[in-house]
Each structure stands twice: as structure tokens, then as C-alpha cells.
């Protein structure tokens, strides 16, 4: 089946290019593609606990090819993930596999665009809609059916779309169908241009039909639910730039959608998203102030999921996503059931030959997140609140605890034509109970030293130093990396995460990475330390491992 199915798509692919071209012999036909192939050969390490594996290598290994020309364009791609990287079939069942899950034909004109297959598509800031593709967590959500975009006139663009959507190798039952229009008022009105003022009023609606007639979630051995089996969400947005100040405001809410969560499974209860965010950007100042209200926001295509799969939604979580490793030990999942979200983030940048910029210029940035429970005022029966409303909410009213916080420090200066030096400092509260299931609040402080030096046209050395402090968990924890650049084709990186704390164990790492034109190839040894990995409030438990690592990426 996956084959004849691989088959039929790389034909269908062929005649679509075939016949764009021969409509239009002007047509500029290309066609590109890429390949990744992560690799692991595993080796056993009871020390940090690595899971033993039957498999002597495992790899998530992807492929894609599309075809575009100036009105056609074709693509899919190949997945082979039948023994996947550490992590990704524990936590998410269904995950190994291989075929082409993707795959689509579509045509673009001036006034439409219309899309067959699998397509990803994002209604706003994607709060009863998102779909998209993060290997990284595992995730490829995408719909299978069809997508029409219409322009009919200056300033108007209109989207309808239905399909099924991607629960890894096969794609949930239920019908997604939704419409979005969005008007930019800015092209209506000469003046709003010249004056640099831009503004773009949008609505959004979605609809799930989840039929529940073979579903049974009861209540206690006698009575089940009434499940309904149309789930509606919509959305409304305003967003306005005016020189160099732009505020976005947006409210979500969907329909009674009872449906698996940790704290409060299958409760009849709206759920609601409110959001405001405001910045301003000139000469080397800028500021953000965002304010994020969300209630029992979990919006599936299948009900009774677990997991990162089959979310229609997406909520940021308003966190930085950190990249230092030390900083990023104790990662912030957003809590769809619930919260209240603050960002607020300030940056400058002190220019050249002043006492604090001196020759080069320094940058500097703060930025401070909050996240807080919302009130609750629960209405479960005998401790269980299957069936209720769940709970009751004041808006403005904050619940008992603090679910995450930081406070992070920014410093970069560069001190002469081969030495560039960042500093940071983080400070951290982050409540592992809320996030992990367990473990209380801790409270850490996170130091950062990366210092970069350039010997000459090809040889560049970039090192860091982090020191994480905590009493809690377990306890403090030192990084450090070296990495040695040589252009064109190498580097040499060596890193070792020490736990100085509970465990005193270290987690080293040796890669070596070659590039060469579209291609690029790394090689490494090492351990990885089990923690969470997290990309915009969305996280996936990585156990931990040991062994060789390859990693091949080509695009052409």
C-alpha cells in the first residue's frame, strides 16, 4: 500500500510539471528538495539511565521534492522513522513508521490559489488554528483535503479549507473545516500609506465534527456523556502599525468540547484566549509588552488524545526560547487548560565611540516573563469533574500559583575586529509540578559567558561558560564548550555538562561537522542528558542516551 501510494504521488508530481510547462512555454520550471537524516547507534550507560534498544542504529529520516513553476506546483515527501530516535516512540505512540504523508498539487494566480492534498495553514496568531511541522518535537499536523485562498478585490484575501488531520501514519476521523477573511484597511486609503500606518482587521472560524457515536467516556459504571459532535471556534483580531509603533489585540473562543486533560478530563466548558501585545522599534531602542489570558484552550481532532499530536491549536507560551544549554534545562510547556501570560522585553543598543558604546557599539536587552494560574473555583462531584462545567473563572483574578518565571540579562560587546564577548544572566523560577507532574518550584540562577575570537579569514574560536545555581532538584550544575571554526568546510565542537550537585555525573559531547556546497555532514560521540525539549511553549521528553551520532543534511 505504501508503496503504490509512493508511486502514484511521484506520477501524479511528473504530470502536473509536464503539463505546466506545456500551458505556458514561458513557464520557469524548478524543481528542489531537501534530505535529513538524523542517526544514532546507541550504546547502554546505566549510569544515566539510557533505555536499551533491540535496534543497533536508530535514524528519523526525511525527504522531500517539489516542483514549482509559474502556476503549478507539485511536492511530498518520504518519512522512514520505523525505529526512531530516543524519545520520540515512548512519548508519542504511533510515531514509528515510513511512506509519504505528504504530498499536495496546487495552483497560484494573481486572484486564487487552490491546494489538493496536505497542506499546513495558520488563522492569526493561531489560537483556534495552526498547523505545522517541528521534527525537532515531533510534530506534522497537517490537514489532508483542500485549501482555496480567494482575492477578489484591493486589500481582501479570503481562505476556506476542510480535511483531516495528520495523527502521525494515519489521519483522524474527524472533519476539520473552517474560513478566515482578513482585510488590510492600509491599501484602501492612500493617506494610511504615505503616513507609514498599516492596519489589518481579521476573523477567523473553525469547525471539528467528531462523530461520538462509538465513544463511550463515563461518568461512573452507569451514566456516560453526551459527547457533542460539533466543536466550533472562532477568532477575531486587530493589528496596527503606525510608524514605528504597532499593537496587535486578539480574542479566541470555542464551543463546549469535552476532551481529555490531566487536571480536569472531559468537563462541558468554554474555553476562551485573550491576548495584547504592543512594541516599538527606533534607532536602537526597542520595547515589547505582551499580556496573554487563555482558559481551557485544548482544541484536538481527536478527543481522547494524549500528547503533542492532533492539536488544532497553538498558544505561544510568551517565554524566550533559550539556547544555551544551561538556560534551557528547565523549559516552560504552555498550559492550554489555563493561564495568565506577561512578556515584557526592552533592548538597546548604545552607539559607537560613547563611554558605555566605546569603538564597536553594545547591545543590551532585559526581558521578563510571568506566567500565573488563573482563578478556579472547582465544580467536581466527589472529586471528579466529568461531566461539570469544571470549574468557575474571574477573568482578572490570578489562581494560587506561579506556574514560571524569569528575569534574563543580555549584554554584547565587541571589543575589537576579532574578539566579540555576550554575557547573561538569568533569573528563574519554574515550577516543575505544573510542568513535569512532580517536583515542586525551583528557583534557579543562571550565568553565561561566550566569547568569540577571530584569528583570521578562516580560523575562528568561539568558547562558552555557563554556571547554573540551585538548592533544589539536583543542585548546580557547570557547562562549558569549546568551538573551532575552519572555513570553508570545518568544525570541531567538544562540550561537557557536569552536574556538580545530586549526581555528579558528566554529560560530554565531541562533534565534528563538514560542509561542502549543499551539503553538510556531522559526526559526533557523546552522552545527552534526559530533560525536555521546547520550541514555542510546546515540549517532548528526550530520555537520556549515549552513543555515535550522524547527522546529514542536503538541499538542492
Request: charge should be neutral.
Amino acid at each position: 500500500m505504501k508503496t503504490r501510494l509512493f508511486f502514484s504521488v511521484a506520477a501524479a508530481l511528473a504530470t502536473a510539471s509536464m503539463q505546466a510547462q506545456e500551458n505556458n512555454d514561458d513557464d520557469k520550471f524548478v524543481v528542489s528538495g531537501s534530505i535529513q537524516s538524523d542517526v544514532i547507534i546507541p550504546q547502554e550507560d546505566k549510569k544515566i539511565g539510557t533505555d536499551k534498544y533491540n535496534e543497533w542504529a536508530l535514524t528519523n529520516t526525511y525527504a522531500d521534492i517539489a516542483a514549482r513553476s509559474n502556476h503549478f506546483d507539485a511536492g511530498l515527501r518520504f518519512e522512514f522513522t520505523k525505529h526512531p530516535m530516543p524519545g520520540y516512540a515512548e512519548t508519542e505512540p504511533g510515531f514509528k513508521g515510513w511512506g509519504v504523508p505528504n504530498f499536495y498539487l496546487k495552483t497560484h494566480f494573481d486572484n486564487w490559489d487552490l491546494t489538493l492534498g496536505t497542506f499546513y495553514e495558520q488563522f492569526g496568531s493561531g489560537f483556534i488554528l495552526r498547523t505545522y511541522e517541528e521534527r525537532s518535537l515531533g510534530i506534522d499536523n497537517s490537514l489532508l483535503g483542500g485549501r482555496l485562498v480567494l482575492r477578489p478585490a484591493k486589500g481582501v484575501q479570503v481562505k476556506a479549507l476542510a480535511g483531516k488531520q495528520r495523527h502521525y501514519w494515519k489521519w483522524n476521523d474527524a472533519w476539520v473545516s473552517g474560513g478566515d477573511l482578513e482585510l488590510s484597511i492600509d491599501q484602501w486609503f492612500k493617506g494610511m500609506q504615505e503616513h507609514n500606518t498599516y492596519l489589518t482587521l481579521g476573523g477567523s472560524w473553525v469547525n471539528k465534527y467528531e462523530s461520538a457515536k462509538d465513544e463511550d467516556v463515563m461518568v461512573d459504571p452507569t451514566h456516560k456523556l453526551n459527547l457533542p459532535s460539533n466543536v466550533n471556534a472562532f477568532d477575531i483580531r486587530t493589528n496596527l502599525q503606525a510608524g514605528d509603533f504597532s499593537v496587535l489585540a486578539e480574542y479566541a473562543w470555542k464551543t463546549d468540547d469535552p476532551t481529555y486533560d490531566r487536571n480536569y478530563p472531559y468537563i462541558y466548558r468554554k474555553g476562551t484566549v485573550a491576548m495584547l501585545s504592543t512594541s516599538y522599534s527606533r534607532n536602537g531602542l526597542s520595547l515589547l509588552l505582551q499580556a496573554k489570558r487563555s482558559d481551557n484552550m485544548t482544541f484536538r481532532s481527536d478527543r481522547s488524545v494524549i500528547g503533542n499530536s492532533s492539536y488544532l491549536n497553538n498558544l505561544p507560551a510568551f517565554t524566550t526560547d533559550q539556547t544555551y544549554a544551561l538556560a534551557a534545562l528547565y523549559p516552560y510547556a504552555t498550559q492550554p487548560n489555563g493561564e495568565w501570560a506577561y512578556q515584557a522585553e526592552f533592548g538597546y543598543r548604545f552607539k559607537r565611540n560613547t563611554f558605555l558604546g566605546g569603538k564597536y557599539g553594545t547591545d543590551f536587552k532585559v526581558n521578563f516573563s510571568h506566567i500565573h494560574a488563573i482563578d478556579r473555583n472547582d465544580h467536581k462531584v466527589d472529586g471528579n469533574s466529568k461531566g461539570t462545567s469544571g470549574y468557575g473563572s474571574s477573568f482578572w483574578k490570578w489562581g494560587d500559583q506561579t506556574y514560571y518565571q524569569d528575569l534574563n540579562v543580555h549584554l554584547d560587546k565587541k571589543f575589537s575586529r576579532s574578539f566579540t564577548l555576550n554575557l547573561m544572566y538569568m533569573n528563574q523560577f519554574y515550577n516543575k509540578t505544573t510542568v513535569e507532574g512532580e517536583g515542586g518550584m525551583i528557583h534557579s540562577d543562571v550565568f553565561v559567558a561566550d566569547a568569540k575570537y577571530r584569528f583570521n579569514n578562516k580560523l575562528t574560536l568561539r568558547g562558552e561558560a555557563q554556571y547554573l545555581a540551585t538548592d533544589e532538584d539536583e543542585g548546580d550544575w557547570m557547562f562549558g564548550l569549546l568551538e573551532l571554526s575552519i572555513l570553508p568546510h570545518w568544525m570541531i565542537t567538544v562540550s561537557d555538562m557536569y552536574n556538580n550537585g545530586e549526581s555528579k555525573i558528566h554529560y560530554y559531547q565531541g562533534l565534528v561537522t563538514f560542509n561542502a556546497g549543499a551539503h553538510r555532514l556531522q559526526v559526533g560521540y557523546g552522552r545527552t542528558r534526559a530533560g525536555y525539549n521546547c520550541s514555542g511553549g510546546v515540549c517532548r521528553f528526550v530520555p537520556a542516551s549515549k552513543g555515535f551520532t550522524l547527522s546529514y543534511n542536503y538541499n538542492f
